[in-house]
């Protein structure tokens, strides 16, 4: 399975759903690829926003090997799965998206928990370290659904 995160920066959000779902389909011995990557270009190349690395760190995964990339229209043909973290993100990914093929493969990430409820995960960039606590929490639970829906138990 080759699975794509994707938030506003890929700063934020989409590298705790990188660094949380490859920690985990790892500890289940799933040969997944995992990656992730933002609809804005501003920080490409940097390294995740520190609070995303203290929370990853103060749960046991270490999320410093990543550096922000821009999504391209190359990932709909390389990725199985692509998941918006807000509906921005998803629909900006609509639009780069033309072919029905490509358009099926992306999802927000909250559906697999509250399907057709359109749920986000919300933007932490602005908040306080609380924000990036719920969010790895969020990510965390719809990472779980993840490998029941598409890992073997
Ligand atoms: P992310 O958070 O999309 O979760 O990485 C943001 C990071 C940077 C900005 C916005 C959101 N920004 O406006 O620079």
């Known amino acids: 399975m080759r699975i794509l995160?994707?938030?506003l920066g890929n700063i934020c959000r989409s590298p705790l759903a990188e660094g949380i779902l490859k920690h985990k389909a790892r500890q289940q011995g799933l040969d997944w690829f995992v990656d992730s990557a933002g609809t804005g270009a501003w920080h490409v190349g940097e390294l995740p926003d520190p609070r995303s690395i203290d929370v990853a760190r103060r749960f046991g995964i270490d999320i410093?090997?990543?550096r922000a990339r821009q999504i391209r229209?190359?990932?709909?043909?390389?990725f199985d799965l692509i998941f918006a973290m807000d509906r921005q993100n998803l629909r900006h990914m609509g639009q780069m998206a033309n072919r029905s093929e490509h358009r099926q493969k992306i999802r927000l990430l909250l559906d697999v928990l509250y399907p057709g409820q359109e749920q986000e995960v919300?933007?932490?960039y602005y908040g306080g370290p609380e924000g990036f606590e719920q969010v790895f929490r969020l990510v965390e639970a719809a990472c779980d659904r993840i490998l029941v829906e598409y890992g073997r138990f």
């Open 5 to 7: 995160m994707v938030c």
């Open 64 to 66: 410093t090997d990543q």
């Open 73 to 78: 229209p190359d990932d709909f043909e390389r």
């Open 122 to 124: 919300p933007d932490p």
